[in-house]
């Protein structure tokens, strides 16, 4: 079987510095907010080219917290995107926003001139929360430039984007807040849950170390309400120690994997959306279009193949149940697109340890469905 993830063959490669790191925290007697996290803080904030990094406990909180350090309080409108990992969206309820959402481009990823319409409409939206969707960076000029042009404050889904680049910009760079997350199955990712925020800004990281942490502001002092949301000395210790140094091999492995697959698919029947301008992609995932009426048919013949492929996401997170009660906007541009994409997604494997003849399979199975 050729897995989406192979967290066996992982575990070969990392388990003496994982086993080291254990150690190294059992034997420090000291399990949360402790040196590791501090260290790790500083190592991921260099790999951003950023000044502070905060570790909490997962990807979600890390844009939850961002958020409430920009001041969102409840009714303040969020535009963000109807294709992404239904925590995007999650966060900004929790966090008392209202989801505004824009359709998709080509890429799946938001459409930046349906974004800029949907402020230019609204003057209401104070938050814009783009997310740099399956490795690809958006185009962090036109983000940049929307920032300057209505005020809004951009916080960066980065969660599936770590070393991505637009053109020469790394991620993180623009936004006000950056929010990543090393969930198992992201490019970074611990044996557990964890998160990180990323900020130029001293006061922004500093608040998001208060909310984190109770709202505290100093021992037994609660300024805020905050959250119990801390990485622990064990996740930040395996990051560091055994995800880190393998960072970069990685996502080149990934960058080649996905150079393969763009080479060598060729299937009248099937498209690869195209990256964003100027995205230096790290290959979080590698979305594949299927005809919608096609697409349980082809995932049958990949399984076949001894093929584990995935869908990123099937539903459009508006038109998910959970939502149904709650307060939420679509712009004016719709969600079409997104709902079409939806139908249409799969994700091949893109894991850095898989195989050149893996890679083969995979190719060879693609290019020999007919619908
Ligand atoms: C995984 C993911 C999140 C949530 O991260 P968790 O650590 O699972 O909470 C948020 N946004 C995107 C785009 C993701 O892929």
């Not at 104070?126 to 404050?153: C, N, T, W």
């Not at 053109?167 to 993180?172: C, W, Y």
């Not at 208060?210 to 064990?234: P, V």
Request: overall charge negative; aromatic content about 8%; proline content about 6%.
């Amino acid at each position: 079987m050729i897995l989406l993830n192979d967290f066996a063959r992982q575990w070969r490669d990392t388990s003496e510095d994982a086993c080291a790191a254990f150690t190294a925290v059992g034997e420090s007697g000291w399990y949360i907010l402790g040196n590791e996290v501090r260290q790790f803080e500083r190592e991921l904030a260099a790999l951003w080219q950023t000044d502070h990094a905060v570790g909490v406990a997962s990807g979600l909180d890390a844009i939850e917290i961002s958020l409430r350090v920009l001041g969102c309080t409840p009714g303040d409108r969020v535009l963000t995107t109807p294709i992404s990992a239904f925590a995007t969206t999650l966060a900004i309820v929790k966090a008392g926003g209202v989801p505004v959402f824009a359709d998709v481009d080509a890429s799946g990823s938001i459409d930046l001139d349906g974004a800029r319409e949907a402020m230019h409409a609204d003057p209401r939206i104070k938050f814009f929360l783009p997310v740099h969707l399956y490795g690809h960076a958006l185009d962090l000029e036109k983000i940049s430039a929307m920032q300057r042009e209505f005020g809004v404050a951009v916080i960066e889904d980065c969660a599936q984007a770590v070393l991505a680049r637009s053109r020469e910009m790394p991620l993180g760079s623009i936004g006000r807040m950056a929010a990543t997350s090393f969930y198992p199955t992201k490019n970074l990712g611990a044996m557990g849950d964890g998160g990180a925020i990323l900020t130029g800004n001293e006061e922004y990281a500093k608040a998001a170390r208060m909310f984190r942490d109770y709202g505290q502001s100093a021992k037994y002092r609660h300024s805020a309400i905050g959250y119990n949301s801390r990485l622990d000395e064990l996740q930040a210790a395996l990051l560091r120690r055994a995800g880190l140094p393998r960072l970069e091999r990685w996502t080149e492995r990934r960058r080649k994997i996905a150079q393969t697959y763009l080479d060598r698919i060729a299937n009248p029947a099937l498209r690869i959306p195209p990256a964003p301008a100027g995205s230096h992609s790290c290959w979080h995932l590698f979305p594949l279009l299927v005809p919608p009426e096609h697409k349980p048919a082809f995932l049958a013949h990949l399984k076949g193949r001894g093929i584990g492929a995935g869908e990123h996401y099937p539903v459009a997170i508006p038109d998910q149940p959970a939502l149904a009660g709650a307060a939420f906007d679509i712009a004016a541009c719709g969600i079409e697109r997104a709902r079409i994409f939806c139908c249409s997604e799969v994700s091949l494997p893109i894991h850095p340890y898989l195989n050149d003849s893996e890679i083969g399979v995979v190719v060879d199975a693609v290019n020999s469905w007919a619908p």
